[in-house]
């Protein structure tokens, strides 16, 4: 079992940044997929940014690459996102997800491959 604790999120200006962290219990974690995703009201889950095991193939979605950074650290069973110039169409819900098969070289795009979830934390980028 894997339970993921994320930070709160907030309420930004647009242009402004936030780093968002979120902690996993359990021992799989340094051998997992870990991967963030957001929902905005009345839209799909999407998938922002995925780092296997090692880092060593990072996924980003479009719309956020050169602006958002996933990052982790095995020692301390965390996984961070740090957003910068931030834009309205970034508000959403932000999901912290595990997929805790072992080992995995190229992260999944697919949300139901990701086992364990955080409870979402808001963010809010005003305009």
């Known amino acids: 079992q894997v339970q993921l604790v994320e930070s709160m999120g907030g309420l930004v200006p647009a242009g402004g940044s936030l780093r968002l962290s979120c902690v996993a219990s359990g021992r799989a974690f340094s051998s997992s997929t870990m991967a963030w995703f957001r929902q905005a009201p009345e839209k799909e889950r999407q998938l922002v940014a995925a780092i296997p095991w090692n880092s060593a193939r990072i996924y980003y979605a479009d719309s956020v690459k050169g602006r958002f950074t996933i990052s982790r650290d095995n020692t301390k069973n965390a996984v961070y996102l740090q957003m910068n110039s931030l834009a309205p169409e970034d508000t959403a819900v932000y999901y912290c997800?595990?997929?805790?098969?072992?080992?995995?070289?190229?992260?999944?795009?697919?949300?139901?491959?990701?086992?364990?979830w955080g409870q979402g934390t808001q963010v809010t980028v005003s305009s």
């Open positions: 997800a595990c997929d805790a098969t072992h080992y995995k070289l190229y992260p999944p795009t697919q949300s139901s491959a990701y086992n364990y």
